[in-house]
């Protein structure tokens, strides 16, 4: 499986940006798959996470009401809408995934197989 993140960029606070991350996935497979940022200085932390559905989803609280984690099945791509940046969302963005017969939702960066290169966001106040 590879994963391939794009859309980061420099914002300003307020603004928005939406991540891609496109997947390539072994057919007949299905993933459970995720967002994770680490920021300098501080672990990777998922931020949100999809079951393979989409039918499932989860934020952290620090970007709960900001962000929306989605998927496209069709096009093997998953996104992340990020509005209202902030200072504190400055990091490098990975899109994560797992093999996962359960329609469920992985939180922890330990529950992930598979890793993107990431993609900086950065938010200047």
């Known amino acids: 499986v590879q994963l391939v993140e794009s859309g980061g960029g420099l914002v300003q606070a307020g603004a928005s940006l939406r991540l891609s991350c496109a997947a390539s996935k072994r057919t007949g497979t299905t993933y459970a798959m995720g967002w994770a940022r680490q920021a300098p200085g501080k672990e990777r932390e998922v931020v949100a996470a999809?079951?393979?559905?989409?039918?499932?989803?989860w934020y952290v609280d620090s970007v709960k009401g900001r962000f929306t984690i989605s998927g496209d099945n069709t096009k093997n791509t998953m996104y992340l809408q990020m509005n209202d940046l902030k200072p504190e969302d400055t990091a490098v963005y990975y899109c994560a995934a797992r093999e996962m017969d359960a329609d469920v939702v992985m939180r922890k960066t330990s529950d992930y197989r598979y890793w993107g290169q990431g993609t900086q966001v950065t938010v200047s106040s």
């Open positions: 999809i079951s393979w559905s989409g039918g499932k989803t």
